[in-house]
């Protein structure tokens, strides 16, 4: 288990921005795959997005592709979740996830998640 800390939640208007971050206070994210998820209210988790430590590849959901941007800072060992025109339906608890090695997706450590809203 890796302990995750999620912040920079909070409400925001429509058409405006928000950025994430995720970091783990004690284990360097190296040789892992960083996710994010979300989950609206009534309804199930999914998939946001992710970046691969080592190699800094991203991977989206296809819906929020060009809205939403996944980045790393290693300094820091944070990864970060840039939100854009953000639209009423981006509400939601918005959690960070890792997949250790060898990164087959089982994200089996999760965060205690942070809420955005969005207000129209």
């Known amino acids: 288990q890796v302990e995750l800390v999620e912040s920079g939640g909070g409400l925001v208007q429509a058409g405006g921005s928000l950025r994430l971050s995720c970091t783990s206070p004690?284990?360097?994210?190296?040789?892992?795959?960083i996710g994010w998820f979300r989950q609206p209210p009534g309804k199930g988790r999914a998939f946001v997005a992710a970046i691969t430590w080592s190699s800094g590849s991203a991977s989206y959901a296809g819906s929020l592709e060009g809205r939403f941007t996944v980045s790393k800072d290693a300094a820091e060992n944070t990864v970060y979740l840039q939100m854009n025109s953000l639209k009423p339906e981006d509400t939601a608890v918005y959690y960070c996830a890792v997949d250790g090695p060898p990164n087959n997706g089982d994200f089996d450590s999760w965060g205690q998640g942070t809420q955005v809203t969005v207000s129209s």
């Open positions: 004690a284990r360097s994210f190296f040789g892992y795959r």
